[in-house]
């Protein structure tokens, strides 16, 4: 089906490696990959916490700017094939230098130089730092400060992902007060997992967008205030029906949220790791939900309103 032009909001770099792309640069290296696909060669899990898992082993294998660089050249390809005129990176110096801002500016650099090459040919790009809600807090301040530090140009967010169940969002409050004091927008995941409370705890941090946020679904007066507040969901349902937050596209509440007013948009996630793509999407919620023209360019706009870029682009994408 022929769609317009789409944004993607919510696609995490190494999430979006294909399993080809991680063995060629595992083969480079020598580095053993047991265990991480399957006999098709697909990436192999199971549940929430494999996932977790399974992608860190296969980062693991992402070890210098260069490759950092391949892997954004590849990804945004793939983008730019699946109609994707704006995609937002979550980016994390946890994985790009460990946390070291030194290490963090040339990752940077590498990353930044693709970013600019694909914008003149047609797709472009921002980058959300990101920090691991399972990492802790004192790893998360260094993402911050790299954030903070980085700032401006291709970097324009922050947030957070990993696992929901660790903690409380406002525990990263230092990290997320420190993104906004430089300028940048903020996102975290939540209600992906957890329930309304944690979309709530998310929203504290001073987040106008959430990742996932399909819990919101639970409760009317949440539903509400996203709705008075136009927070935007970056929902990702072919993400949530893999990893079994839903059983299956009819009983996911994406439709439900936005019938109710809330600012939905359609990402994909960690699509290899899915088996996805934004076509992919768009085709499983026309023919789950009937969702046609109108619909697409509703999310698309809403997309366009939240995205952590500037009024010239904005209008653009419009
Ligand atoms: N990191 C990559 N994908 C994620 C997801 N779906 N939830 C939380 N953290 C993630
Ligand atoms: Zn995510």
Redesign the pocket.
């Known amino acids: 089906m022929l769609y317009m032009k789409k944004i993607e909001l919510h696609l995490?770099l190494e999430?979006a490696a294909p399993p080809a792309f991680i063995r060629s640069i595992a083969a480079e290296k020598r580095a053993d990959l047991t265990g991480v696909f399957d006999a098709q060669g697909h990436y192999a899990y199971d549940g929430?916490e494999g996932?977790?898992r399974c992608?860190e082993a296969a980062t693991s294998v992402l070890q210098s700017p260069q490759d950092y660089a391949r892997l954004l050249t590849e990804v945004l390809e793939r983008c730019a094939e699946e109609g994707v005129i704006y995609a937002e990176l979550?980016v994390s110096p946890e994985f790009c230098g460990g946390g070291d801002l030194v290490a963090w500016r040339e990752y940077l650099a590498a990353m930044d130089e693709v970013a600019l090459k694909a914008r003149a040919e047609g797709i472009d790009s921002r980058a959300i730092i990101t920090c691991v809600r399972h990492f802790g807090v004192e790893r998360a301040k260094k993402s911050a400060i790299c954030a903070a530090e980085t700032a401006g140009g291709w970097i324009t967010g922050f947030g957070m992902?990993?696992?929901?169940s660790v903690g409380k969002a406002t525990d990263y409050g230092w990290s997320f007060d420190c993104a906004r004091e430089a300028g940048l927008g903020l996102t975290c995941?939540a209600g992906?997992w957890g329930g309304p409370e944690s979309i709530c705890e998310a929203l504290e941090l001073g987040c106008t967008r959430i990742?996932?946020g399909v819990h919101a679904i639970q409760d009317p007066a949440l539903i509400r205030d996203l709705v008075a507040r136009d927070i935007t969901l970056e929902v990702?349902p072919g993400?949530n029906v893999a990893?079994g937050v839903y059983p299956d596209w009819p009983s996911h509440p994406i439709a439900r949220l936005a019938d109710a007013g809330v600012r939905v948009t359609v990402s994909t996630?960690?699509p290899p790791f899915f088996h996805t793509t934004m076509r992919h999407e768009y085709d499983r919620l026309a023919e789950t939900f009937g969702w046609g023209d109108t619909e697409f360019r509703q999310i698309n706009r809403w997309a366009a309103d939240a995205a952590f870029c500037d009024e010239v682009t904005r209008d653009r994408l419009r």
């Open positions: 995490h999430g929430f996932f977790l992608y979550f992902g990993g696992a929901e995941h992906e990742g996932h990702c993400s990893l996630d960690d």
